[in-house]
């Protein structure tokens, strides 16, 4: 049990500006109370017990003198494997927002040893490349000027359970956990036969992405330009991390032709999300088509989403909104009847928002924007699809999206204890 109180004195030692995240489990519980910070609670909604469990929380946030802050999240609704992304998704961006009204630069989460251990045999499983194979990070950036850490990443969840005893404090588990309907719960319950090959397969594996973080950094910095006689894998990397940071989503065989790209030195190659210039041997991202002329029903490709436009959840009154229409992102300016877009857009975080889609009639009059509700009252149905489930939670709960390739970096399959 030392060693919880080791890792909060080293990774959270000062208590003043720190919000930890606490669902209601024991690794939550334990950190709560070792930390003895604020406590943030999300309530996704998802299950009838789950108002009860934020209670119970808040009462544990009141037992050890501590402020409590709650979000509920409303309308988070992706059906099949979306949903458990989604989730995570909404949480982190509601503890962004939690942690701004905690005052809060720190947001602690209790991520312990054996999710640790969990979520490298996952990524593995997919094919992930070394960035995620480098595991949960120790720390990383929330929002700006909040950054999240986990300081129970070496601790076990033995010892969490054990804290939880010694100081008699109640905690819950979620049945989400042992789901088999989710990579987790069937990985879980295989477990058992997986530590007959090792029994100190949570240290092994945990030691693994340990180092693996380590050499993930040095060829980070290896990997700042692109050079001549740059080494494939360090030419995958530096495209992946481009290209991200300009919205794309190459996967693997993307990256696999952007190399080819770059050794002719010029051609263009669409990826999810836009599209790859390499000119002089320089690549250039996220050239994609601006606007989009949407002139009759049917399916239009924009920026790696699809508008439909004859079916959907949307609807607007044709004869009031007509043909032509232009699909676009937002401009300065637009308005959604008497106000601008930009003040509607209040509730949605500005790095979302370039991502999102206006529509305009005609007449050049914006009659639907995404993430402000359902388009106006008319018979014509239409459709944006996200390009991934995610973002259409976001948008349906107000929160920030985190893209990223699965094959090479991390998978954002964290879980928040």
Not at 356 to 370: G, I, K, N, P, S
Request: aromatic residues 4%; hydrophobic residues 40%; proline residues 6%.
């Amino acid at each position: 049990m030392q060693s919880i109180e080791c890792a909060v004195q080293k990774w959270i030692p000062s208590r003043e500006s720190v919000l930890v995240a606490c669902s209601g489990g024991a690794d939550s519980v334990a950190l709560a109370h070792a930390a003895h910070c604020a406590v943030g609670h999300v309530d996704h909604g998802l299950r009838p017990e789950s108002r009860a469990e934020a209670e119970k929380v808040q009462a544990l946030a009141r037992q050890f003198g501590v402020p409590f802050f709650l979000e509920r999240i409303v309308g988070l609704r992706v059906r099949g494997p979306g949903l458990e992304a989604a989730a995570r998704e909404a949480r982190y961006a509601a503890l962004a927002r939690l942690a701004a009204k905690a005052g809060a630069t720190l947001v602690a989460t209790a991520h312990t040893r054996r999710d640790q251990a969990e979520t490298l045999l996952l990524r593995l499983a997919r094919g992930a490349g070394p960035g995620a194979l480098a595991g949960i990070r120790r720390k990383r950036p929330l929002a700006p000027g909040i950054d999240l850490v986990r300081p129970l990443l070496g601790v076990s969840r033995e010892d969490t359970e054990a804290w939880c005893r010694k100081h008699g404090l109640d905690f819950v588990d979620d049945p989400h956990n042992s789901d088999p309907a989710r990579a987790r719960g069937q990985l879980r319950a295989v477990w058992p036969a997986l530590l007959k090959l090792n029994p100190r397969l949570e240290e092994a594996l945990c030691g693994a992405a340990e180092l693996l973080a380590e050499e993930d950094e040095l060829l980070e910095s290896l990997s700042a330009e692109l050079r001549p006689g740059m080494s494939a894998a360090l030419q995958r990397r530096f495209l992946l991390r481009e290209a991200t940071a300009a919205g794309l989503r190459p996967e693997r065989q993307h990256l696999d032709a952007l190399v080819a790209l770059a050794a002719k030195g010029e051609g263009q190659l669409d990826v999810p999300g836009g599209r790859v210039t390499f000119q002089g041997g320089q690549p250039q991202f996220g050239e994609q088509a601006l606007e989009v002329a949407v002139g009759r029903p049917g399916r239009y490709l924009w920026r790696g989403r699809e508008l439909i436009v004859g079916e959907g959840n949307l609807t607007v009154n044709p004869d009031k909104a007509r043909f032509p229409w232009t699909l676009r992102a937002h401009r300065p300016g637009d308005r959604l009847g008497a106000k601008k877009v930009a003040d509607l857009w209040t509730h949605i975080p500005r790095p979302l928002r370039p991502r999102l889609a206006v529509l305009e009639d005609a007449a050049r009059r914006v009659f639907w924007v995404e993430g402000l509700g359902k388009g106006e009252p008319g018979s014509l149905r239409f459709e944006m699809r996200p390009e991934m489930d995610g973002l259409a939670a976001a948008l349906t709960s107000r929160r920030r999206l985190n893209s990223g390739s699965a094959t090479m970096k991390a998978a954002q399959d964290e879980e928040t204890r």
